[in-house]
């Protein structure tokens, strides 16, 4: 019993770190997805500046984006 204890508990670790290096990728992803989103929407702006920018063309409010990276490798430890 004690040796499947220790079997078990072995497999859980190795679950977990496979867990934890899984949403570490996922992670690297999706903070360079709002970098390129800014750059995009620098570029734009400067493009439709004599317009007034993409908030007057589109006619929305704009949003602006937080970053959760820092809370989510906290969360992992």
């Known amino acids: 019993l004690e040796k499947a204890i220790v079997n078990i508990s072995r497999v859980i670790e190795q679950i977990e770190n496979w867990t ?3 949403i570490s990728a996922l992670e690297q992803d999706v903070t360079s997805i709002p970098k390129v ?3 995009n929407r620098i570029a734009l702006d400067l493009l ?5 920018g993409v908030c007057t063309v589109v006619n929305t409010s704009c949003c602006v984006y937080v970053d959760q990276t820092l809370r989510i490798q906290t969360d992992l430890e």
């Open 37 to 39: 989103a800014i750059q």
């Open 48 to 52: 439709l500046a004599s317009k007034g």
């Open 20 to 22: 934890k290096n899984a």
